[in-house]
């Protein structure tokens, strides 16, 4: 069922996310740097969170009773990683290497959600492709989350430009509906036909997360039960906004102004 939300809710939501904003886009790219562990990261964020009156959104998460619960503030996956990588002590960066960082926050009952992805110090071309394709297919996604569209308008946008440039998508994960929830309805793909699933209306809140792959879009999952890697060992990006849709048009939540 999608629970729309309201004015007072949307902004609950915004606040959640502001938090994320200014933890993908000022505060941590500060430190993603050669010879940083991704547990430092990961301290520094929940630091963060912690100090804007917030809590952790991924930290204690569970997605099965015989799983582990996730035990990161931070999804940090490097380069062939897809999604939900566990920070590690061990986990060092490199130069060269590709870092995507997903990021969830609680704030007085509602969550937000967002990712971006990262270089760090000179990076392939190809890589730089990918991560500019991957953030620029998430843009024409939301450029298509308006009312009189149906959800996948927002999946077929995202996998034609994203296909057009030469990139796999991910097809085993996807956007999500976000409110007192991490994860509500509705899906949201990555890839699909247009004009098929529900109406978009105001009051909508959703989380829209292409991941891009340079080879294969298939994927596994390790034996910690969390990190997806890509099958064929290739790198992956990861961008990802939680939107509103507001007077019939989308409003990115997680950005700064």
């Given at each position: 069922m999608i629970i729309l939300k309201t004015r007072s809710e949307i902004e609950k939501i915004r606040q959640?996310?502001?938090?994320?904003?200014e933890l993908l886009d000022e505060i941590l790219p500060k430190?993603?740097?050669e010879g940083i562990s991704?547990?430092?990261?990961d301290t520094i964020a929940e630091e963060y969170i912690r100090s804007k009156n917030a809590k952790p959104g991924f930290k204690g998460y569970k997605i099965a009773n015989h799983i582990p619960a996730f035990p990161g503030t931070l999804c940090i996956s490097v380069n062939e990683e897809v999604v939900h990588g566990i920070p590690k002590r061990s986990k060092i960066l490199k130069k060269g290497d590709i870092v995507s960082i997903d990021v969830g926050t609680i704030f007085e009952g509602y969550y937000g959600d967002a990712?971006?992805?990262?270089?760090v110090g000179e990076i392939a071309e190809i890589d730089?492709?990918?991560i500019d394709v991957t953030k620029k297919s998430l843009y024409i996604g939301i450029e298509q989350a308006k009312v009189g569209n149906r959800i996948t308008d927002i999946s077929h946008?995202?996998?034609v430009y994203s296909e057009e440039n030469g990139f796999s998508l991910v097809r085993d994960y996807c956007g999500h509906g976000v409110g007192k929830y991490l994860h509500e309805d509705p899906q949201i793909p990555n890839f699909g036909p247009p004009n098929r699933g529900v109406?978009?209306?105001d009051g909508m809140v959703i989380a829209i997360e292409p991941m891009l792959?340079?080879?294969?879009?298939?994927v596994k999952t390790l034996s910690d039960h969390w990190t997806v890697v890509t099958l064929d060992g290739k790198n992956s990006a990861h961008w990802e906004h939680s939107i509103a849709i507001i007077d019939g048009k989308a409003e990115i939540l997680s950005k700064l102004k």
């Amino acid at each position: 069922m999608i629970i729309l939300k309201t004015r007072s809710e949307i902004e609950k939501i915004r606040q959640a996310n502001i938090i994320i904003a200014e933890l993908l886009d000022e505060i941590l790219p500060k430190h993603i740097n050669e010879g940083i562990s991704t547990l430092e990261l990961d301290t520094i964020a929940e630091e963060y969170i912690r100090s804007k009156n917030a809590k952790p959104g991924f930290k204690g998460y569970k997605i099965a009773n015989h799983i582990p619960a996730f035990p990161g503030t931070l999804c940090i996956s490097v380069n062939e990683e897809v999604v939900h990588g566990i920070p590690k002590r061990s986990k060092i960066l490199k130069k060269g290497d590709i870092v995507s960082i997903d990021v969830g926050t609680i704030f007085e009952g509602y969550y937000g959600d967002a990712a971006r992805t990262y270089g760090v110090g000179e990076i392939a071309e190809i890589d730089k492709k990918l991560i500019d394709v991957t953030k620029k297919s998430l843009y024409i996604g939301i450029e298509q989350a308006k009312v009189g569209n149906r959800i996948t308008d927002i999946s077929h946008a995202i996998q034609v430009y994203s296909e057009e440039n030469g990139f796999s998508l991910v097809r085993d994960y996807c956007g999500h509906g976000v409110g007192k929830y991490l994860h509500e309805d509705p899906q949201i793909p990555n890839f699909g036909p247009p004009n098929r699933g529900v109406k978009i209306e105001d009051g909508m809140v959703i989380a829209i997360e292409p991941m891009l792959n340079i080879g294969t879009y298939k994927v596994k999952t390790l034996s910690d039960h969390w990190t997806v890697v890509t099958l064929d060992g290739k790198n992956s990006a990861h961008w990802e906004h939680s939107i509103a849709i507001i007077d019939g048009k989308a409003e990115i939540l997680s950005k700064l102004k």
